[in-house]
């Protein structure tokens, strides 16, 4: 499957089967993409959390309903003293850095069979509460990792895109 194929087949899955995990060398191949991402000066001020013991996944439903059933959810966090900061410092780039790392790792996953949903539906100060992290860490998105339960399909607006000519422009 070429690159193109894999980034169409991707889909937001939104009802896992709970009891399938995703095995160990298959989350080193994700976590590894993560680590392969660019970020702003090399700064590299991302952190995973691998959350999936029962405790962990606690937390997550305690922040967020969309886990729909994955057994592991992945934190993507960043500490915002090792961000790059722009010229004119108004800004920063912790928030690309992370998400940059979650692109890599949500199409790792997808290349390896591996179902995933990027979630922002949770308050991120509550996220760095429940996780006990120090003040300068930010949690970016949570993503479920897992297989799709029986009968799931993309939901109907996955291949719903705006027009190439709407989201281009040649100058
Ligand atoms: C930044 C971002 C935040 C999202 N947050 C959530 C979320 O909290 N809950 C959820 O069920 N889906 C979430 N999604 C999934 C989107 O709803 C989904 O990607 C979009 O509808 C397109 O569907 P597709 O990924 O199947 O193509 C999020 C996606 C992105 C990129």
């Known amino acids: 499957m070429d690159f193109l194929e894999l980034a169409k087949k991707r889909y937001s ?4 089967q709970p009891d399938k995990g995703v095995e ?3 989350l080193d191949k994700i976590l590894a993409a993560g680590q392969a991402a660019p970020t702003a000066k090399n700064s590299q001020p991302q952190h995973i959390y691998v959350m999936q013991s029962e405790e962990a996944l606690k937390i997550v439903d305690s922040l967020t309903p969309c886990r729909y059933g994955a057994p592991v959810v992945l934190a993507v966090t960043y500490d915002s003293n090792q961000e790059f900061v722009y010229p004119g410092e108004k800004y920063a780039s912790g928030v690309e850095d992370a998400s940059i790392v979650a692109t890599h790792m949500m199409l790792m996953a997808a290349a390896e069979g591996v ?5 922002n ?3 991120p100060d ?4 429940a996780m006990k ?3 300068s860490e930010k949690v970016v ?5 897992g297989y799709a339960a029986e009968g799931t399909r993309p939901t109907p607006t996955h291949e719903k895109t705006k027009l190439i000519e709407e989201l281009v422009s040649y100058c």
């Open 126 to 129: 509550k996220a760095a509460e």
């Open 121 to 123: 539906f949770f308050d």
């Open 24 to 26: 160990k060398e298959k």
């Open 13 to 16: 899955c939104k009802r896992y």
């Open 115 to 119: 179902d995933s949903c990027w979630l």
């Open 141 to 145: 998105l949570l993503m479920d990792l």
């Open 133 to 135: 992290l120090p003040a």
